[in-house]
């Protein structure tokens, strides 16, 4: 599976922020739920419409794009 996807960008959706198959949810949604502690099931449960293939895609959304930044430079 490639986050590709299940991702989706559209400009009058969210601000245009990448969003979970064309829902209301963000992967910056999904990330800050996992952030807080929520664990999948937690997520799952609260957000039916999700799946947890969509979980991982923004996972693997947010490797890619850490993956993608600059290399800091170490002092």
Known sequence: MSYSDRITIEPDKRGGKPCIRSMRISVYDVLGWLASGMSEEQILDDYPELERED?????????????????IRAA
Do not use: K
């Open 55 to 71: 979980i991982r895609a923004c996972l693997e959304f947010a490797a890619d794009r850490e993956h993608r930044l600059l290399p």
